[in-house]
């Protein structure tokens, strides 16, 4: 057990008997960590103010390796994100970044190229106009894909090999484009569609696309085919509960400004 300092996320906390947290975090020095913030439930505690979902901070801690909880022994914010932490929508993006971190970051493996796409996505959720927010949560997919060690395959078909050209879409099950050839053969193999499919080639090379431009079905494809390819390399389908929050507080806002349309869902 050695005492160590690393910069961190703060991805969820729980409570631990009446006064204390358990703050899952993920460090820019040990990768994903449980850190036990005694007295952080107490009122003032400088300590609980620190360790917040979706802060920064500096903290010093006895690490223990294997997954077992770390006492912290000192905490100080770093950065915070005022628009995130003030506007419920950006809150809910934001908490989509801590819960895809914490369900599919296996453990403590050090990684602070990833550290640093996190806290890039919580600064783009923090500043982008709220029509691009989309776009800063699936650029993130993306690049957490790619650091996981599953990039998506674009330059061929995932099927036969041969080269992907302009009708290939996406599939999330198979992790990649699939040829108009493959497709005419095996309709029963799941893709997106063409607008979805093109987007998320054009997000994965690096481009810039607008969110703002795109049709709400398409947008809503996009998000959900992106979820499910996470979801397929994780072994299981991911369920985000922020996500899910964020379709509801978009269902209220759509029926208070449109208040004679109905969704029939
Ligand atoms: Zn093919």
């Known amino acids: 057990m050695a005492l160590v300092k690393s910069r961190a996320v703060v991805l969820r906390t729980y409570r631990l008997g009446e006064t204390s947290n358990v703050v899952v975090c993920y460090t820019e020095n040990f990768g994903k960590v449980r850190l036990v913030a005694k007295g952080a439930r107490k009122g003032g505690g400088r300590l609980g103010a620190a360790l917040e979902p979706l802060l920064v901070s500096g903290v010093v801690f006895y690490r223990r390796e294997g997954g077992d909880l770390s006492l912290v022994s000192q905490a100080e914010v770093e950065r915070e994100?005022?628009?995130?932490?003030?506007?419920?929508?950006?809150?809910?993006?934001?908490?989509?970044v801590a819960e895809l971190v914490d369900k599919l970051v296996p453990g403590e493996e050090s990684d602070p190229r990833l550290f640093g796409i996190i806290v890039g996505a919580l600064e783009e959720i923090d500043a982008a106009p709220e029509a691009e927010l989309d776009v800063a949560l699936w650029r993130f997919e993306?690049?957490?894909?790619?650091?996981?060690?599953?990039?998506?395959?674009?330059?061929r078909c995932v099927l036969c090999g041969n080269e992907a050209?302009?009708?290939?879409?996406?599939?999330?099950?198979h992790g990649g484009v699939v040829c108009g050839g493959c497709l005419a053969t095996r309709p029963e193999v799941p893709v997106a569609g063409a607008a979805a499919s093109a987007a998320i080639a054009a997000l994965a090379a690096g481009e810039d696309i607008s969110g703002g431009s795109l049709d709400a079905v398409v947008r809503d494809e996009i998000?959900?085919?992106l979820t499910d390819f996470l979801g397929e390399h994780a072994g299981r389908s991911l369920r985000l509960r922020s996500i899910?929050?964020?379709?509801?507080?978009?269902?209220?806002?759509?029926s208070q400004t449109e208040p004679d349309?109905?969704?029939e869902d």
């Open 261 to 263: 349309q109905h969704d």
């Open 142 to 155: 993306l690049a957490l894909a790619r650091e996981l060690g599953y990039t998506p395959e674009f330059g």
């Open 165 to 173: 050209g302009r009708d290939a879409r996406f599939s999330a099950r």
């Open 81 to 96: 994100f005022p628009e995130l932490r003030r506007d419920v929508v950006r809150m809910a993006y934001g908490s989509a």
């Open 244 to 254: 899910d929050f964020l379709a509801q507080v978009r269902r209220m806002e759509h």
């Open 223 to 225: 998000g959900s085919t």
